[in-house]
């Protein structure tokens, strides 16, 4: 499949993560796309007459090889969705983008990834709390993904980098420059340690993507921490977005006099997030306390049980990964949701599957 198709596709107006993957189920490739006729294309739910014109045009190619230039040119990675190296956690959402860049030299699917957003005006107390608990997960083996932005996400980077920990900053514009600028040096840095990701090609203006960054960051994280909020903003919008994609979202609960206490506070009343105190916390919530390579497990003879042929699927997947989220079971199955939690209760009741804090799954 060519690289510059790939690339020109993303660059069509009109043609968003969502609608790519429709193009992309009426079509073989990429390369087929753009080899449709424009009575094909018309004929693909939502591809309008002004979208089918911009295909057949090929006039983005262009456009992408000038993009695919500025990559080689500067090292960056390019991952699709179809690549082993495409983040695992991010395609599992619905709306994750078909191109990703990369410029660093960590994974990008880790074994435990944990999102922090705090409030942009951040409060001493704020603080406080960010900094020990990011000394807290050094011993964690976990990757932190941030923002780069003002406020508390800027401490967050730095702490990440004091403490030798794996982190990713997601942009929300292309390779080619930093915003603000003010975090240049810190970008610089986090290149040693990790990497700085990002959908967007170069020449892109940063401050109308924040909330697509956002749901980049909450697309890769097992679980988004909140330290600080207002009642309304981005912060809110990032947790938000993780807990509509199934995602565990954790608040410190603060002193309820307090603005930026109002948004953490918020979350947990309408439990949309857990209530965490440090890392200890956490580790209970995600199960990152077991040690598993001392664990044994009896092995599960199928010809005991009966159990339908949708159990035996999730079943053989579930013991080859040993332990998966539904989020991936579901993609793997190419199920909805709610089928999958009506096999899952099957299983369950028949003492299969057990499912774990975190929203994971292993087999008894």
Partial sequence: MNILEKIALTKIKGIGPKLSRTLLAYNSSVDEIFRSSKKQLLSIPNIWEIIANSIISRFYLKDAEEGYNFVQKHDIEIAWIEDSNYPKRLRNCEDAPLLLYFKGNISLNPSRVIGIVGARNATS????????????????????????????????????????????????????????????????????????????????????????????????????????????????ITAEIAYTYN?????????????YSVGCNSLIKSHRAHIIRHVDDLSYLMNWNKDDSKATSRQLNLLTVDM?????????????????????IALYCDWLQSKLAIVHLE??????????PGKTYKLI
């Fill in 125 to 236: 107390h704020g603080k406080r709390i960010c900094e020990e608990f990011i000394q807290q997960l050094k011993e964690n083996n976990v990757q932190i993904i941030i923002v780069l932005a003002y406020g508390l996400d800027s401490l967050e980077h730095r702490e990440s980098l004091k403490n030798q920990i794996p982190t990713i900053g997601v942009l929300g514009h292309g390779q080619d420059r930093i915003y603000p600028a003010t975090h240049r040096e810190l970008a610089s840095r986090m290149l040693e340690k990790g990497g700085l990701l990002t959908e967007f090609p170069s020449g892109i203006n940063p401050r109308q993507n924040f909330p697509m960054r956002n749901r980049i960051m909450a697309g890769l994280a097992d679980v988004t921490i909140v330290v600080e909020a207002e009642q309304k903003g981005g912060v809110l």
């Fill in 247 to 259: 995602r565990d979202v954790c608040a410190f609960p603060n002193r309820i006099d307090q603005e």
């Fill in 308 to 328: 339908t042929k949708d159990g035996t699927k999730v079943y053989e997947y579930i013991k080859e990964q040993e332990q998966t989220t539904i989020g991936e």
């Fill in 347 to 356: 299983m369950e009741m028949k003492n299969i599957l057990t499912s774990l």
